[in-house]
């Protein structure tokens, strides 16, 4: 099997993207992060699953947030993890990124957790190590797989099952590497049906998404669905749209109570973050009875975990 | 009782300001301080009251020094410290302070250290917490609570007792926070007298600090003090006095050998640092036998050592 | 015996240099490190001999491949690492640099990781610090003792003995601490011969490495050699001498195979890094069968450890 991801027993070896990598592995990552979940709300303040390793946070574009879920699943697992500056690194001297990985890999690194604005990079990264596991951060507008996990383990944890719902997802669909790990997992578990909704210069191209309905129409795109993702967009997006400013934007494609009637009764409302209020989210919504967006967080702690322990714990 | 700094059994919920926080409270934290002092000075390493809990600093505003002394406290103490870099955080991507918090929290924070250049800030996260403690570690010009706490226990160190006191403090105290949160404890623990003495400019409004003198006199103010604070005066509001550069500020504001024989002769001199020497303080003062100002800094882990013990270790 | 490096009981205090150093010294930091090494690889994922203790990286220079290496090597043997952020510190404002480390040290820090790009800086640091052990990261173009030691341990490794090698260092020597340090060391250890070289503007002053010879002809310097260390040219630094660019540089100065071939069969190849592939080194010689280079970042962690060790433990 050429993909980097798998080693010759067929274990997880990097998480690159949940595309391709099957049901039974995504259900696996899920049922130990429920499982890890159980075991801190017990009452364990650390489980020592990965005492001794050292994971280091490689992240070529900023993101506190993320980068700091990694770090607190890491540390609550025993690893040593350290935040690499890469603005003041080697890499920033004329370094190859390929010299950088194996620097740092030799002193003794045993996970990087990834992220860069360009398509591809943990890929080419995993290609290259020796024998630390790669973990995507986020790609471009590639792949975020965490993310696909941990919005999959949300859903599950409030529908019992992926396999059957309808899901829409609404807004910046072509520059968000949130929607494809979500359409990926989402397609692995058996959803039913995915839509992808939002202005039609933010939708993807046609035949990238297969088996997704895209559509320009969020009331349409809600009606009857189990789970509503609604993306961030960012404003100079809506800048470069034509004839759209930040009212018109939420007037036609934010999701306040009027729209959200449109989906189940209990429907849940999902958000990555950093949110937008007013723009893609009303705030009643965003704080209200049907909103996830907080447990999307603290879940994004244990499928972290769950990805760290499946990667290093059995080396 | 609506201060939110207090919970429905009488307990310390947030550390916010030391006004109105009352004798019996201040001096707990202060005994707490001494005794895990005591712990530690006797060979203990670390104590694991805090074994578990995650504590983020959250400065808006740099200050390494402080930052520092609560993250080694937090540490010292068993608590995993992360370092929450503002500056590439999704607050300056548009969210919402609050949404900020929320965030964070959600991923099993205990206690949030705040710093924050406008004032209330701090009181506005407390209001928002849904579990996590808030502790201010400056907000502008009003409270930085433990840096009371640190002075109070230096000064109880040296004195054994507050009550009683002359105190002079003097400098920039219109600016100042620590001015604030000094006389807020001195007033609490019963001190005789609290002088406050800098330049016209930089002496608060009248009625701002009831029971404290003020003058512009500084060979007044120390007659028979048993403890001068001299504060940080900034370069750049010299630069605003008229007449006033640094070599005249040091002349008829600083602090030298000479003016200090007018204090009691056992008097301590303290200062919150980072000191400008020759401007504020002579050097020769700054480095003599009354110098208390490192054991300030020791104390300040102590200090926000017994706090964190306080707002979480009951929880 | 005035040299703050050594206490009254001939205890090393502080490592500033390796520059008389003494060759015991020397090898019992290599032998400790060796010792450290095999309990890591034989298992031990920590060693608690600093447990309790406080290490500060105090980098005045950015450098996150050293500061890391640095921070890995005091966290696996238990120590509490800060890294103080010299930017936002109080440094910034005024302080003095003996303020900002008394102050660092009354927090009850137990050991300083300096780097700055001024001479000197460490030994100024060394003479007043109170009871902190001062570690040298590299100053100026004056020492990197850890980088001597890591460089004579992999040396070590690969030859058994250091006494009676001859070694080319070759680059630009002039700025390099990397080449004082290896120079320091390989003297105190008896290597039989060291030839400098590089661009005649990039040579050092006649006179300052007793002992070596310096000379602008690779192909002469690498005659029988046991050992090759290619240090890092800067860009801009070849922008300065007359007639060469990178490409010529590379011609003249860069180690390919050819060149290396008239090495001795089993010479060893290094480099401190980071890498101008192509420029100082080709690219097959950094990845080839005597490069080490990869082997010297593994042994720096271990190198460290050894320093630290020596330095904290017994204290």
Redesign the interface.
């Known amino acids: 099997m050429s993909d980097p991801s798998i080693d010759a027993d067929g274990r997880l070896r990097h998480l690159i993207t949940l595309d391709g990598l099957g049901r039974a592995r995504i259900e696996g990552l899920l049922d130990r992060a429920t499982s890890l979940r159980e075991q801190?709300r017990a009452g364990?303040?650390?489980l020592p699953l990965l005492?001794?390793?050292?994971v280091?946070n490689l992240f070529f574009e900023?993101?506190?947030?993320t980068r700091?879920?990694f770090?607190?699943a890491a540390?609550?697992l025993g690893a040593?993890v350290?935040n690499?500056?890469?603005a003041?690194?080697?890499t920033s001297?004329?370094?190859?990124l390929e010299?950088?990985l194996?620097?740092?890999e030799?002193?003794?690194t045993d996970a990087f957790i990834v992220r860069h604005k360009e398509n591809g990079t943990p890929a080419r990264l995993a290609a290259h190590a020796r024998r630390a596991a790669i973990l995507n951060a986020g790609d471009g507008n590639r792949a975020h797989p965490t993310q696909g996990l941990l919005d999959l383990l949300t859903i599950r944890d409030h529908k019992k099952r992926v396999e059957g719902l309808r899901v829409a997802i609404c807004g910046d669909i072509r520059h968000s590497r949130v929607a494809r790990s979500d359409v990926h997992g989402l397609h692995a578990l058996g959803a039913a049906e995915i839509r992808l909704c939002g202005p039609a210069a933010l939708l993807p191209d046609a035949g990238e998404f297969p088996g997704c309905t895209l559509s320009g129409d969020l009331d349409a795109a809600l009606d009857g669905v189990d789970v509503v993702v609604m993306l961030r967009i960012q404003?100079e997006r809506i800048e470069g749209l034509p004839g759209l400013d930040e009212h018109a934007y939420f007037a036609r494609y934010g999701l306040d109570r009027t729209r959200l009637a449109r989906a189940k009764r209990d429907a849940i409302v999902m958000h990555p973050?950093?949110?937008?209020?007013g723009i893609e989210i009303a705030a009643d919504v965003a704080d209200g009875a049907q909103s996830v967006i907080?447990?999307q967080?603290?879940n994004?702690?244990y499928a972290r975990m769950a990805v760290l322990a499946e990667l290093l714990a059995a080396r």
Chains 1, 2, 3 share one sequence.
């Open positions: 801190f364990s303040t650390s005492a001794g390793r050292t280091v900023a993101s506190t947030r700091t879920s770090e607190l540390r609550r040593t350290v690499f500056d890469i003041s690194s080697s001297k004329g370094e190859t010299d950088t194996a620097t740092i030799a002193m003794g404003k973050g950093p949110m937008n209020r907080l447990e967080v603290a994004g702690i």
